[in-house]
């Protein structure tokens, strides 16, 4: 299994555990994704996003509203004013050691550990955009994120990830 925790910070030496924002609850960790589902984190790190995946429970109604006329099986949605940002920014993709970390969420690929993390490379990912088509993955563009969220939570839909919406437009 292959870890890593994505930065738009380029030097990160060591990763303190801490106490994310929104997981106040927790105690302080280190996050981690695994290789599967580290396309998530292919945009800045507060872009809002929507990412869900065509599944066999989808209801055909639902996979026409949803996936219509593409052959893709997942599709990232954001809001069009990213689109620069994205386009112009670089995150860094930092290979962490798996032994310390251990499973916290299947469905979205995430692993925490309570220790001090060093990670073993950095590399940067640029071109955010073609490396998420080279995967087969469609990405769209909507004005707001508001619509689409509301309709995939009273949808079949069910292997989903809302992303940062905090930083959705209101």
């Known amino acids: 299994m292959k870890l890593f925790h994505f930065s738009e910070e380029s030097g990160i030496d060591i990763f303190v555990p801490r106490v994310k924002e929104n997981r106040r609850g927790m105690p302080p960790v280190v996050w981690a994704i695994d290789d599967t589902h580290e396309f998530t984190f292919y945009f800045p790190r507060n872009c809002p996003r929507l990412v869900y995946t065509r599944t066999n429970d989808l209801t055909d109604d639902d996979n026409d509203k949803f996936f219509g006329l593409t052959a893709s099986n997942i599709v990232v949605t954001v809001e069009t004013a990213w689109y620069e940002r994205i386009m112009s920014t670089t995150v860094f993709k930092y ?3 798996a032994e310390s970390f251990r499973l916290f969420d299947e469905f979205a690929g995430y692993y925490i550990s309570t220790q001090t993390v060093k990670p073993l490379e950095v590399e940067p ?3 955010l955009l073609e490396r998420l088509m080279e995967l087969n993955i469609e990405v769209r563009f909507t004005p707001n994120l508001h619509p689409l969220k509301e309709s995939i939570l009273n949808s079949s839909v069910t292997d989903f990830g809302i992303h ?4 959705a437009k209101r």
């Open 164 to 167: 940062r919406f905090a930083n």
């Open 125 to 127: 990912v640029n071109n």
């Open 95 to 97: 290979a962490m050691p």
